[in-house]
């Protein structure tokens, strides 16, 4: 038995045992009614690792009267989900029984795996108990969650680890409770904190950290003791755990929180959550793009500068790599977070292709057509004037085909650079007023400039 990690020895046996989750498992909670009551339906448990999924299938193993069966999507394949089926039709002919089938890291299998398991949830044969850390609207079956509940575990807080981690020590079966460990005050709270809501973390620390540390022995009793200071505790857990799955939602969350929060304006929390994907092993290159994507969309033409330092930093990733390249990826995403925002320009191009869709295949004005081929004179195409010999290189030119003439697609904002585009093009709408604009009605040989 003792053999066995603590943190499977530790596992609960009924739902007292299980810490946190009281939002699923206070009296009078849904879940809590179901496992009371043996009416289980078919049910996916998701959530970040060591919050307690497999723990509340090992309380239902304990508590049902259907036959419990258990297989982990890492190592089974069909024939496994097939011998389970066949083994549960028989069971409810002769029997009368159920069969609950619980499958650890349900993710894990492929679509074709999920679907066979589909008629025989839907018939009853099997009461699926799936457990996943990865969001199961991404990665399971949409057929198999419409007959399934979606329970959503959360990290543990610190006082949720702190009461398991001291039911450990105090346990004379499982635990440590056979023997004097101590575990100084200081000690357990950096232990509850560095692990990020995983107690299965924290019991391997714990564990690593009693079985390593000598005993010693009290003067005055003469009794064998074992004292677990923070040192020890640091020792056993190197680094702070990072939860962070690259190929999750957890990855869309962050690099979701990163940008809005450059959006705001929000310096120091744009640096924490690059530190946090940093720290995660997010890819620098995925990092750097975003900061592109913020640059050209969310400052534009408020600091056109912005997207120049942006890309300047996605060289930069490609160039050197990590770590060096982290401080260039600082530097693009605290000047994109401290700089003026404008959405104009994408707003503008989203107007335009809404036209585009709407009014179709509008000829272009002659005028603008090209005039290099030998035919376009004759055709009455080309003869645009030269803006350059305009005294301030504008003539005031409508180049919109003259269905959408007046059209305004692009309203700049008073912010940082945009104010001095809106100026311009306050002064061109000015010039238009006061004048004629030149005529290019009569072709190219007819064009009237400017008096």
Not at 1 to 13: E, G, I, S
Not at 31 to 51: C, E, F, H, N
Not at 202 to 229: H, R, W
Not at 332 to 353: D, E, F, G, H, P
Request: negative net charge; hydrophobic residues 35%; aromatic residues 8%.
């Amino acid at each position: 038995m003792q053999n066995t990690p603590l943190a499977d020895r530790m596992r609960p046996q009924k739902l007292e045992d299980i810490a946190g989750q009281q939002h699923l498992l206070a009296p009078g909670q849904l879940l809590y009614r179901m496992i009371q009551a043996d009416r289980l339906s078919s049910i996916i448990l998701y959530g970040p690792p060591g919050t307690g999924k497999t723990s509340i299938a090992q309380v239902i193993a304990n508590t049902t009267n259907a036959n419990f069966c258990r297989i982990n999507a890492t190592t089974a394949g069909k024939a496994d989900m097939k011998t389970v089926v066949e083994s549960a039709q028989k069971l409810r002919k002769n029997e009368n029984r159920g069969t609950i089938l619980f499958i650890d890291e349900i993710h894990r299998f492929n679509r074709a795996q999920q679907d066979y398991l589909l008629p025989y949830v839907e018939n009853g044969t099997v009461v699926l108990i799936g457990a996943t850390t990865e969001n199961p609207y991404f990665e399971v079956n949409g057929a198999l969650l419409s007959r399934s509940r979606i329970f959503e575990l959360k990290p543990l807080s610190n006082d949720d680890v702190a009461w398991a981690v001291k039911r450990a020590i105090s346990d004379k079966t499982n635990g440590y409770g056979n023997k004097n460990i101590f575990l100084l005050s200081d000690a357990l709270e950096y232990l509850c904190s560095v692990v990020d809501g995983d107690l299965r973390q924290a019991l391997n620390a714990l564990e690593l950290a009693v079985e390593t540390t000598d005993p010693k022995i009290d003067e005055k009793t003469g009794a064998e003791y074992t004292a677990i200071d923070v040192k020890t505790i640091q020792n056993c857990i190197q680094r702070r755990i990072m939860r962070f799955d690259k190929s999750g939602d957890n990855h869309y969350d962050f690099i979701s929180a990163f940008i809005e929060s450059m959006k705001h304006s929000e310096v120091d929390a744009t640096l924490y959550y690059l530190a946090r994907m940093l720290e995660a092993g997010e890819d620098p290159k995925y990092i750097a793009r975003r900061i592109c994507v913020c640059a050209y969309r969310d400052i534009g033409l408020a600091d056109p500068l912005a997207i120049v330092v942006a890309s300047a930093a996605f060289d930069c990733v490609d160039r050197v790599g990590m770590p060096e390249c982290a401080d260039a990826l600082a530097m693009a995403c605290i000047y994109n977070a401290t700089t003026s925002k404008s959405n104009s320009a994408s707003q503008a191009l989203a107007k335009a292709r809404e036209a585009v869709q709407k009014t179709g295949n509008i000829p272009i004005p002659a005028f603008l057509q090209d005039e290099s081929y030998k035919s376009a004179h004759k055709l009455g195409r080309g003869g645009v004037t030269d803006v350059f010999a305009t005294p301030d290189h504008y003539d005031g030119s409508d180049c919109m085909p003259p269905e959408l003439s007046g059209v305004k697609f692009f309203k700049p904002q008073g912010f940082g650079h945009e104010a001095y585009i809106k100026k311009y093009l306050d002064w061109c709408a000015l010039y238009r007023k006061a004048h004629p604009a030149p005529d290019y009605s009569g072709g190219p040989d007819h064009v009237r400039t400017d008096p």
